[in-house]
């Protein structure tokens, strides 16, 4: 059974950076298909970017491209997820998901492509 761990979450001011850690225990990072999905209050649970298996291409959203980069470590079973210039926006608790399988890109964004959540960790951007 795959489990992921979110770490990392916190308080950042505007502009600053955060990188958040999803601990992989269960299977190999490097065959699954990662991503990060966030969710402020009142909102939707929303796709960030994700890091296709077994491959270094990565993917994002327009609002977080350019800021935000996914990325894995084999070694240390780990994908991460490195935020820099972090705006008040960006608030919210962001969940590291696992697809077991090999989904096509163009369903990256979709919740329903992955089969395993960590359980969370918060975001705060504030002054």
């Known amino acids: 059974q795959v489990q992921l761990v979110e770490s990392g979450g916190g308080l950042v001011q505007p502009g600053g950076s955060l990188r958040l850690s999803c601990a992989v225990s269960?299977?190999?990072?490097?065959?699954?298909?990662m991503a990060w999905f966030r969710q402020a209050p009142g909102k939707e649970r929303e796709y960030v970017a994700a890091?296709?298996?077994?491959?270094?291409?990565?993917y994002a959203t327009d609002s977080t491209k350019g800021r935000f980069t996914v990325s894995r470590d084999n070694g240390k079973n780990m994908a991460y997820l490195q935020m820099n210039y972090v705006q008040p926006e960006d608030t919210a608790v962001y969940y590291c998901?696992?697809?077991?399988?090999?989904?096509?890109?163009?369903?990256?964004?979709?919740?329903?492509?992955?089969?395993?959540w960590g359980q969370g960790t918060q975001v705060t951007c504030s002054t």
């Open positions: 890091i296709r298996r077994g491959s270094s291409a990565t």
């Open positions: 998901a696992a697809a077991s399988g090999n989904p096509i890109s163009g369903v990256f964004g979709r919740a329903s492509t992955y089969d395993y």
């Open positions: 269960g299977r190999s990072v490097s065959t699954l298909t």
